[in-house]
């Protein structure tokens, strides 16, 4: 079955600390794959995506994800984060056609400490 | 700056109403979906559509329905409400044929009494 797992439902770092969020698949296919960031009273925001090619990804805001094939991985990674960053994140996977729809992990809420 | 508006940001109505929830964008794109949120079980895609009067059920369409009269604008009706429907609700938009959504409103924090 198609699956994502964010294993960490909290995280807290303190400000300035490298940031890794850990998101692990399951999928039938090269799946698309997607990081979101939903701060405080707000609808989410897309940080990033992953379709093919170079298996680093930029995104906007500093962060930056890797996928890993054989971890079925897709770690998403900032190296000092801001008091700003205080958010919950999303990680998703899902195809590129109107057939299937994308799958949505459960988030990563992140605290930041000053 | 590119934007969903969702026509509240909160929301109180009764059991058995029947309730609007607008969105609107304005980045003329085909697709526009709607997601509830609760804790503990991430986003669940209610419905979709990538086009003018059409919709596609997502994970949990019952006790909804959509309507997609024009191409910036979709809403989601609660026939009758009930308070299991208490929650936030999200609406996105992307264009192309990919699925996923690209831009969110603020969310509409609905609760049935």
């Known amino acids: 079955a198609q699956s994502v797992t964010q294993p960490d439902i909290h995280i807290t770092v303190s400000e300035g600390a490298s940031l890794e969020l850990r998101c692990n698949y399951s999928?039938?296919?090269?799946?698309?794959l997607f990081w979101y960031v939903q701060s405080p009273g707000q609808g989410l925001q897309l940080l990033l995506k992953y379709f093919s090619g170079d298996t680093l990804v930029q995104g906007i805001k500093g962060f930056e994800a890797e996928f890993k094939r054989s971890q079925s991985s897709f770690n998403l990674r900032k190296p000092s984060v801001h008091w700003s960053d205080a958010a919950e994140y999303f990680c998703a996977v899902g195809p590129m056609n109107r057939d299937d729809k994308i799958i949505f992990g459960k988030g990563t809420r992140l605290h930041i400490l000053p | 700056d590119v934007k969903v508006t969702q026509s509240s940001r909160y929301l109180v109505k009764r059991t058995g109403e029947k309730v609007f929830l607008e969105c609107v964008q304005d980045?003329?794109?085909?697709?526009m979906f709607w997601y509830r949120q609760d804790p503990g079980l991430g986003l669940r895609l209610i419905y979709f559509?990538?086009?003018?009067?059409?919709?596609e059920k997502g994970d949990i369409p019952e006790g909804y329905s959509v309507s997609r009269e024009k191409k910036e604008r979709f809403s989601l009706i609660l026939e009758s409400a009930s308070t299991n429907q208490t929650s936030m609700y999200l609406c996105?938009?992307?264009?192309?044929?990919?699925?996923?959504?690209?831009?969110f409103g603020d969310g509409t924090r609905l609760s049935i009494l």
């Open positions: 999928y039938g296919a090269t799946p698309y």
């Open positions: 980045m003329d794109h085909e697709n």
């Open positions: 996105a938009s992307s264009s192309g044929q990919g699925n996923q959504p690209q831009h």
């Open positions: 559509s990538y086009d003018v009067k059409m919709k």
